[in-house]
């Protein structure tokens, strides 16, 4: 009986990673890219910035930019809520 809690321990463990770091992903992709957004502005010239342009712009601009602790707790919480249920 131990050893078969433990592989469904196992099993939670990797759903629990998988999931925290997919959603960590999309989060932290989806900030770059409205951040981007943001600061090309909407003037004649920043209609010109699109496809690898804006791609580019948007790697240069947000590079080394990371989720806070605060984002990496609530993204856990979310996660063990998600797989209580």
Not at 14 to 41: D, H, P, Y
Not at 58 to 85: H, P
């Amino acid at each position: 009986m131990t050893k078969a809690t433990n592989l469904t321990n196992v099993g939670e463990n990797i759903q629990f990673v998988k999931l925290t770091e997919r959603f960590s992903n999309f989060l932290l992709k989806t900030r770059k890219r409205n951040l981007a957004l943001v600061l090309r502005g909407d003037d004649d010239f920043s209609s010109n910035i699109v496809g690898g342009d804006f791609a580019r712009f948007e790697q240069d601009l947000t590079n080394g930019l990371e989720l806070t602790s605060y984002d990496q707790s609530r993204i856990q919480a979310r996660v063990r809520s998600i797989l209580k249920s």
